[in-house]
């Protein structure tokens, strides 16, 4: 085994993430990229679970006119989506997946168990967690600290698409200023939006490290394997 930064990662994609600049849907080439470095870390000997969202296709808060739960249930059927495309991507690289699911489908996924999820990393397959925790008013960002927290991963790579935490949308506001590190109690105090509050409050009650960094440059996944400072660590 290399020299690795960390042994069991779980990395958080969001949907935009897989549209690259299609902006919606799934891009082939955008999700090469990134399987390409999911590879590259397995073969490094580090077990990875993978929480992926679904914004690409639908976003719960998007069903303005529809009952929340409804449309909050659309968009964990486009997470699955996602995982699907995820899971034959890292397959047709010569990784072993398992896609498992919060709500039960079972004709193309597991459903979710700990125990099971725990065992595929220990024989170093990619686990993908879609569906979120298959709750509505959840977003997929408590999903990602939820199955942390239950499959002990020693970090949250959160992959966004700006590359860390600043104090302001750095898309609007030129004076935003970017952290090297940060607190959970200073993303609630100074309401960052980094995750939504639910996840933070779990992270941060279960003393879960993560690293923001951005996912136009896939290559930062390795980067932070390796140990090298990349975007925003926050703990």
Not at 93 to 115: D, H, N, S, V, W
Not at 177 to 188: P, S
Not at 227 to 232: L, Q, R, S, V, W
Request: hydrophobic fraction near 40%; charged fraction near 30%.
């Amino acid at each position: 085994m290399k020299d690795i930064a960390y042994k069991r990662i779980l990395l958080k994609l969001s949907g935009e993430a897989l549209a690259g600049e299609k902006k919606t849907g799934v891009d082939g080439a955008t999700v090469a990229k990134i399987c390409d470095k999911i590879k590259e870390v397995v073969d490094m000997g580090v077990e990875v679970s993978i929480v992926v969202g679904g914004g690409n296709f639908w976003r719960g808060r998007d069903g303005h006119e529809m009952e929340r739960t409804t449309s909050d249930y659309m968009g964990m059927l486009a997470t699955t989506i996602n995982g699907l495309a995820l899971q034959d991507a890292l397959e047709a690289r010569g990784i072993f997946t398992r896609l498992q699911t919060a709500i039960e489908m079972r004709e193309i996924a597991e459903p979710y168990i700990k125990r099971k999820a725990i065992k595929h990393l220990e024989r170093g397959r990619v686990v993908i967690f879609a569906c979120g925790t298959g709750n509505p008013y959840f977003s997929t960002d408590t999903g990602a600290a939820l199955r942390a927290a239950e499959t002990d991963s020693e970090v949250i790579l959160l992959a966004k698409t700006i590359d860390g935490v600043y104090s302001a949308d750095p898309k609007k506001d030129p004076n935003a200023v970017k952290y090297d590190e940060i607190t959970y109690l200073d993303i609630l105090n100074k309401d960052l939006k980094v995750m939504d509050s639910t996840a933070t409050s779990l992270c941060r009650d279960n003393k879960i490290p993560l690293v923001v960094f951005g996912i136009d440059d896939p290559e930062n996944i390795v980067r932070i394997i390796k140990g090298e400072k990349i975007g925003t660590l926050v703990k």
